[in-house]
């Protein structure tokens, strides 16, 4: 099965956007690793950060999603990609021994 990009979208005969989901995560990665700083930041309000990780990120993750035909599997991907940025941008850990998440405080952080 041969692949082509085609205005930024891996298109291939099957309609299997496995490639180009993949390549999306991991521009979506890119884009949150370029505002990291930012994301870190504990002047800036988390409000602010979800709004940023809102309009940049998540636009970068979806450009083109609406040629997208998403199996289970794809959706898994993205929806652990949103956990993992939104983990990181919020401070989030899981406390195994209270079995849920927490914020972490500036001192643990």
């Known amino acids: 099965m041969e692949n082509f990009k085609y205005l930024g979208v891996i298109l291939n005969e099957g309609n299997n956007n496995q ?3 993949q390549e999306r995560i ?3 990665n890119k884009t949150y690793l370029m505002l990291q700083n ?3 930041n504990k002047n800036i309000s988390k409000k602010l950060k979800l709004r940023l990780k809102n309009t940049i ?4 993750l979806t ?3 609406q040629t997208w035909t998403l199996t289970k599997r794809d959706r898994k991907q993205l929806n652990i990609f949103e956990r993992e940025v939104y983990k990181r ?3 989030l850990e899981y406390d195994n021994g209270k079995q ?3 914020i972490l405080t ?4």
Not at 57 to 60: R, V
Not at 106 to 109: I, L, P, R, V
């Open 57 to 60: 990120i998540n636009k970068t």
């Open 63 to 65: 450009y083109a999603s």
């Open 100 to 102: 849920n998440w927490r």
């Open 38 to 40: 930012l994301f870190k």
């Open 19 to 21: 490639i180009h989901l």
């Open 26 to 28: 991991k521009n979506a």
């Open 89 to 91: 941008i919020l401070g």
């Open 106 to 109: 500036n001192k643990e952080s």
